[in-house]
């Protein structure tokens, strides 16, 4: 085992990711702190051979295990437009006249729009682990190259490096996860040596770069036995709402989640796998996970106002390779569709919205993947549950029919949960109001019709619910008939929120 140890000495982080000049990118890409030593080793006044050899061994070892703060436990701040000075080819040659050497200094340069994105992380340390032992030589070499690098990303972004010889447990490894990260691979050196002398340091350059494909670990209590995960949970592919279009209640959660699945659809393999459109070859409904399109809405705060933030389609851990690359093939062909890698959301009467495709670690709270999937005994509905069958008039009729029909509605969420995987749940609580800040009252949702194998449409009752298991839960967690277009998108709580079942109408 090699481990690098990399102490962010300010405690933040500030690099811009390599697609989006507005981004964040955490963790540290491996390929940055490769180019980091690189340039360490090169800024000698004579670079040492065996510091190189170290280098070109260092290249091959393929992609590390890291451990870092998970994208979720790290804070981002918001980029702000600073008007810098900037570089001048010129510099380089020396030559000019005195008006043209007196524009070289900074009161005499052109001013260019520059963000500076910082993300402040729990943990100030970040290790890069990989399965492999150098001899001695190297060992010494890295180690003399590691301590005298000083940043990583942008020059406030101070670092201490060094090799330890023990780390701790891996946060991220290489895998089918949707965080892409930039490794080095061999002949990376010999790349960036090619590179220089091209952009001489002064021109705009790219990293050469393998991307390699991260999954996050599970924490330790969510890996254990007493947690259970639905079958159709899985990663969450995140579009965030432009803030000029943050003003969609969730109210229109259906609506949205559907133009979404539309909008992928349109860009799928004809005909699409099972596993993404959710159908057989002969239009009968899949009984396997597929992937589901949510609407991200803003609830489960003091302040929160039930706005719409964002968007995802959701791709179950169960769901076969091909079903997988198609989806990701189709998000891909409708990214690069519109010009800046928009992904532009067309819904009735023409109105188009220009989505962002977003990584971690994500601004908003909403759309970040543990406010939804994280490890919890008890679930709230953001959004209303569409129940499978009608459980007869909850707010009419004779005290005992309503009751009976309170009865039908809870067995349908009991139901629901053991029908995508999970425990029969301990207790339910149901109401027509919402449970939680920011949800809406499921009479002001218009009505959910769902079409059946004759040709007719069935409209869905719609309720909300809170439900409490004997053990732990990790999500995402969707139920009912509307779970494949955000309906019925659950909440984990940390504290308990359950209302008595004895408020119905």
Same mark, same amino acid.
């Given at each position: 085992? $090699?481990?690098?140890?990399?102490?962010?000495?300010?405690?933040?982080?500030?690099?811009?990711?390599?697609?989006?000049?507005?981004?964040?990118?955490?963790?540290?890409?491996?390929?940055?702190?490769?180019?980091?030593?690189?340039?360490?080793?090169?800024?000698?006044?004579?670079?040492?051979?065996?510091?190189?050899?170290?280098?070109? *061994?260092?290249e091959a070892l393929g992609a590390p295990t890291i451990s870092a703060s998970l994208p979720d436990d790290v804070a981002v701040r918001r980029p702000v437009s600073h008007f810098?000075?900037?570089?001048?080819?010129?510099?380089r040659t020396g030559k000019g006249a005195m008006n043209s050497a007196l524009a070289l200094l900074p009161d005499g340069r052109g001013k260019q729009e520059r963000q500076f994105p910082s993300v402040t992380p729990s943990c100030s340390s970040v290790t890069?682990?990989?399965?492999?032992?150098?001899?001695?030589?190297?060992?010494?070499?890295?180690?003399?190259?590691?301590?005298?690098?000083?940043?990583?990303?942008?020059?406030?972004?101070?670092?201490?490096?060094?090799?330890?010889?023990?780390?701790?447990?891996?946060?991220?490894?290489?895998?089918?996860?949707m965080l892409v990260l930039r490794c080095a691979q061999h002949g990376q050196l010999a790349a960036l040596e090619a590179a220089h002398r091209r952009h001489d340091g002064v021109r705009p350059r790219a990293l050469p770069f393998v991307g390699v494909r991260y999954s996050e670990q599970v924490e330790a209590e969510e890996r254990s036995p007493a947690a259970v995960r639905p079958d159709n949970a899985g990663d969450l592919v995140v579009f965030e709402m432009p803030i000029n279009w943050r003003r969609?209640?969730?109210?229109?959660?259906?609506?949205?989640?559907?133009?979404?699945?539309?909008?992928?659809?349109?860009?799928?393999?004809?005909?699409?796998?099972?596993?993404?459109?959710?159908?057989?070859?002969?239009?009968?409904?899949?009984?396997?996970?597929?992937v589901a399109f949510l609407a991200l809405p803003n609830v489960g705060h003091d302040y929160a106002d039930g706005r719409i933030m964002g968007l995802a389609a959701m791709l179950p851990?169960?769901?076969?390779?091909?079903?997988?690359?198609?989806?990701?093939?189709? $998000?891909?062909? *409708?990214?690069?569709?519109?010009?800046?890698?928009?992904?532009?959301?067309?819904?009735?009467?023409?109105?188009?919205?220009?989505?962002?495709?977003?990584?971690?670690?994500?601004?908003?709270?909403?759309?970040?993947?543990?406010? *939804?999937?994280?490890t919890s005994s008890e679930w709230i509905s953001a959004t209303p549950i569409a129940l499978p069958k009608?459980?007869?008039?909850?707010?009419?009729?004779?005290?005992?029919?309503?009751?009976?029909? *309170?009865?039908?509605?809870?067995?349908?969420?009991?139901q629901?949960?053991?029908?995508?995987?999970?425990?029969?749940?301990?207790?339910?609580?149901?109401?027509?109001?919402?449970?939680?800040?920011?949800?809406r009252p499921t009479v002001h949702y218009p009505a959910f019709v769902q079409g059946t194998r004759r040709g007719d449409?069935?409209?869905?009752?719609?309720?909300?619910?809170?439900?409490?298991?004997?053990?732990?839960?990790?999500?995402?967690?969707?139920?009912?008939?509307?779970?494949?277009l955000g309906l019925g998108l659950m909440r984990p709580v940390s504290q308990r929120h359950l209302v008595a079942n004895d408020g119905h109408p």
């Open positions: 085992m $090699i481990a690098v140890e990399m102490t962010l000495l300010t405690g933040r982080y500030v690099a811009t990711a390599h697609h989006d000049r507005l981004g964040h990118e955490w963790p540290p890409h491996p390929a940055r702190l490769y180019s980091a030593l690189v340039a360490t080793w090169a800024d000698a006044d004579v670079p040492d051979a065996a510091e190189r050899a170290a280098l070109e *061994w260092f810098v000075p900037v570089n001048d080819a010129r510099l890069f682990v990989w399965d492999a032992k150098p001899d001695l030589r190297v060992a010494e070499a890295l180690d003399r190259l590691l301590a005298r690098v000083t940043r990583i990303g942008h020059s406030s972004s101070l670092v201490s490096c060094r090799l330890v010889d023990e780390a701790p447990a891996a946060t991220m490894r290489p895998g089918s996860g969609f209640p969730t109210l229109r959660t259906a609506e949205l989640a559907e133009a979404l699945r539309g909008a992928i659809f349109r860009h799928a393999d004809d005909p699409p796998p099972e596993g993404l459109s959710g159908h057989l070859a002969d239009g009968r409904p899949s009984r396997h996970p597929h851990e169960a769901l076969p390779e091909d079903a997988a690359r198609a989806a990701y093939r189709a $998000i891909g062909k *409708w990214e690069h569709a519109e010009p800046r890698d928009r992904c532009r959301l067309t819904l009735g009467g023409g109105l188009a919205i220009d989505l962002r495709r977003r990584q971690p670690p994500f601004e908003l709270s909403t759309l970040r993947i543990g406010t *939804w999937s994280r009608s459980p007869g008039r909850l707010t009419s009729g004779s005290q005992a029919a309503r009751a009976r029909a *309170w009865a039908a509605a809870e067995e349908q969420v009991r629901s949960c053991i029908h995508v995987g999970l425990p029969q749940p301990a207790a339910v609580a149901m109401s027509l109001e919402p449970l939680i800040f920011g949800a449409g069935v409209r869905r009752r719609l309720v909300h619910a809170a439900v409490q298991f004997d053990q732990d839960v990790r999500g995402p967690l969707v139920l009912g008939s509307g779970r494949f």
